[in-house]
Nanobody, 129 residues
Framework: QVQLVESGGGSVQAGGSLTLSCLVS????????LAWFRQVPAKEREGVAG??????????YYADDVRGRFTISQDNAKNTVYLQMNSLKPEDTAMYYC????????????????????WGNGTLVTISS
């Protein structure tokens, strides 16, 4: 059974940085699409970034409003995926979720945007102005 546990959320001022971590158990990260989503009340959950590592290559994907500020990465030895968030804005405030599914992410408009099979419980990020 695949389990995901997020950590690293917190409260920072606008312009600051946070790094979220997601420890994945039950499956190796290779050939898995891994992604970070976020959700605010009364809005749909949205894909923020996705990553797929297979055959020695890494493909990453980003939502337009985080590209250049957020970086997704994974450490296969630690079975952990990260989301480095820089230049944070108040509108980045949300519950952030880690998600995973076997196979690829489906390209820039793929399933990393819409939803995957396995989910963590989320970690809250609050950005103050």
């Amino acid at each position: 059974q695949v389990q995901l546990v997020e950590s690293g959320g917190g409260s920072v001022q606008a312009g600051g940085s946070l790094t979220l971590s997601c420890l994945v158990s039950g499956y190796a990260l290779r050939n898995f699409c891994l992604a970070w989503f976020r959700q605010v009340p009364a809005k749909e959950r949205e894909g923020v970034a996705g990553i797929y590592f297979a055959f020695g290559s890494v493909m990453t994907y980003y939502a337009d409003d985080v590209r250049g500020r957020f970086t997704i990465s994974q450490d296969n030895a630690k079975n952990t995926v990260y989301l480095q968030m820089n230049s944070l804005k108040p509108e980045d405030t949300a519950m952030y979720y880690c998600a995973a599914a076997g196979g690829g992410c489906g390209g820039s408009d793929g399933r990393w945007r819409n939803g995957l099979d396995y989910w963590g419980n989320g970690t809250l990020v609050t950005i103050s102005s």
